[in-house]
């Protein structure tokens, strides 16, 4: 087996050329990880996109880290509290590794080892088919459309105690999607197939289809931390055949993405543990109603705290970094003074994805204040919580 090629670049990267197939070019290309333009034979320039991950292509690996080189543990953390606040730091086993492949390869071996360890789930789930015995109840009305004047056959429905449940499919789907990434480590891979073959008799998602939903219940507890590392590999990973047979497999997302969707959820969460609630996107005018039929200009407030049916707090959250002399965009603040003023508050909190103080800017000829709390997304997961949870205290002490 040829040695891998791996190319690791930060996020902000300076466009520079490499030597690249056609086939490969057309790849890394199409992964969207970065922007490739052909630049000549064999030979590529390659452009940030502003996205994060990996991407193998035969012996190529190109990794693109996030600012501050955020570790791979934390980003993997970011993604699956996002998508689910009940995902932990300690379902990822990422802490010692630098290369994402492997990382998530082995968490995911580990955490569904241990799900199958006491056995495979067993569930009840709907059977409709027609059958020449008659078990469970008659559909009707497909026995009258599908078998009209016949009675060889019988249109019915049951339920059976079986494993092809919806948590055995995530599990097998998951763990077929990352056995098909190539050049993972020889014992790995055996773990992989080994678990798969466990699960035998369960169905396999296809590709493209909407992942099935499930919720955790006193009988599914042991398999939940894997099912919700499973959902994280389904959402954001590819493995493919590519031209001229090329294996290609890809880990990428929208790193400004995965930093705003973590921090309003994780600020949608710490008020909650408040008491109050908290409702992201919130709908909103920029203007008052008007009689000439002209349409007001709409809003969106990232996010937008309530104390019973009144709105107490402004929040937003940017990844972005600061300029030379520590200053953000000043379109960022334009915005939070839109939504403190439309919304009547004087009092709005501002994350960024950046190590530092806190500063708070007091609007000129305006009551309204702009705290800039900095996310060090060095921090540890349960740190960065915290930190959020700070961010939340702390705006509201200074108001009380």
Same mark, same amino acid.
């Given at each position: 087996?040829?040695?891998?090629?791996r190319?690791?670049?930060? #996020?902000?990267?300076?466009?520079?050329a490499?030597?690249l197939?056609?086939?490969?070019? $057309?790849?890394l290309h199409?992964?969207?990880?970065v922007?490739?333009v052909?630049?000549?034979a064999g030979t590529?320039?390659l452009?940030?996109?502003?996205?994060v991950?990996?991407?193998?292509?035969?012996?190529?690996?190109?990794e693109v880290?996030?600012?501050?080189k955020?570790?791979?543990?934390?980003?993997?953390?970011m993604l699956g509290?996002?998508?689910?606040?009940?995902?932990?730091p300690?379902e990822?086993n990422?802490?010692?590794y630098d290369?994402?492949?492997p990382a998530?390869?082995e968490?995911?071996?580990r955490? /569904?080892?241990?799900a199958?360890?006491?056995?495979?789930?067993?569930?009840?789930?709907t059977? #409709? =088919?027609s059958?020449?015995?008659?078990r469970?109840?008659?559909?009707?009305?497909?026995?009258?459309?599908r078998?009209?004047?016949?009675i060889?056959?019988t =249109? *019915?429905?049951?339920?059976?105690? @079986?494993t092809?449940?919806?948590?055995n499919?995530?599990?097998?789907t998951?763990?077929?999607r990352?056995?098909?990434?190539?050049?993972?480590?020889?014992?790995?891979a055996s773990q992989l197939?080994?678990?798969d073959?466990?699960?035998?008799?369960?169905a396999?998602?296809?590709?493209? #289809?909407?992942?099935?939903?499930?919720?955790p219940? $006193?009988?599914?507890?042991?398999?939940?931390p894997?099912?919700?590392?499973?959902?994280?590999?389904?959402?954001?990973t590819?493995?493919q055949a590519?031209?001229?047979?090329?294996?290609?497999a890809?880990?990428?997302?929208s @790193?400004?993405?995965?930093?705003?969707?973590f921090?309003?959820?994780?600020?949608? =969460?710490a008020?909650?543990e408040r &008491?109050r609630?908290?409702v992201?996107q919130?709908?909103?005018h920029?203007?008052?109603?008007?009689?000439?039929?002209?349409?007001?200009?709409? @809003?969106?407030?990232?996010l937008?705290?309530?104390?019973?049916?009144?709105?107490?707090?402004?929040?937003?959250?940017k990844?972005?970094a600061? %300029?030379?002399?520590g200053?953000?965009p000043?379109a960022?603040?334009?915005?939070?003074?839109?939504? /403190?003023?439309?919304?009547?508050?004087?009092?709005?909190?501002?994350?960024?994805a950046?190590g &530092?103080?806190?500063?708070?800017r007091?609007?000129?000829?305006?009551p309204?204040? *702009?705290?800039?709390?900095p996310?060090?997304?060095?921090?540890s997961p349960?740190? @960065?919580l915290? %930190?959020?949870?700070s961010a939340?205290a702390?705006?509201h002490?200074?108001?009380d």
């Open positions: 087996m040829s040695e891998v090629r190319l690791a670049l930060a #996020e902000s990267f300076e466009p520079f490499a030597e197939s056609e086939a490969k070019a $057309r790849a199409g992964s969207r990880l922007n490739v052909r630049a000549g590529a320039v452009q940030p996109s502003g996205r991950g990996a991407v193998r292509i035969g012996d190529l690996q190109v880290w996030p600012k501050e955020v570790k791979l543990a934390h980003l993997i953390f509290y996002a998508a689910d606040p009940g995902f932990r300690e990822v990422a802490e010692g290369e994402l492949w998530l390869a968490s995911l071996a955490v /569904c080892d241990r199958l360890r006491a056995g495979v789930l067993q569930g009840y789930r059977v #409709e =088919e059958s020449i015995v008659v469970g109840r008659i559909r009707v009305a497909d026995q009258l459309r078998q009209p004047g016949q060889s056959r =249109e *019915i429905a049951y339920d059976e105690y @079986m092809d449940i919806v948590e499919r995530i599990l097998r998951a763990l077929r990352m056995r098909a990434v190539p050049r993972l480590r020889s014992g790995v197939s080994h678990l073959n466990r699960l035998d008799g369960v396999v998602l296809r590709h493209g #289809e909407p992942l099935p939903s499930w919720r219940t $006193r009988l599914n507890a042991r398999y939940v894997a099912l919700r590392l499973a959902e994280l590999v389904l959402r954001n590819s493995a590519g031209d001229d047979g090329v294996e290609i890809a880990f990428v997302v @790193m400004w993405k995965v930093f705003e969707d921090v309003t959820v994780a600020l949608r =969460e008020i909650t &008491g609630r908290a992201a919130k709908r909103w920029f203007d008052e109603p008007r009689t000439d039929g002209v349409s007001r200009v709409p @809003m969106a407030i990232d937008l705290e309530y104390d019973g049916a009144l709105p107490v707090m402004v929040y937003d959250a990844y972005k600061a %300029s030379p002399d200053r953000y000043n960022d603040f334009y915005q939070m003074l839109a939504y /403190c003023t439309t919304t009547g508050l004087d009092r709005a909190v501002l994350v960024y950046q &530092g103080q806190p500063v708070d007091r609007v000129l000829n305006s309204v204040t *702009i705290r800039e709390w996310l060090d997304l060095s921090l349960s740190e @960065m915290d %930190s959020i949870r939340i702390r705006a002490a200074a108001i």
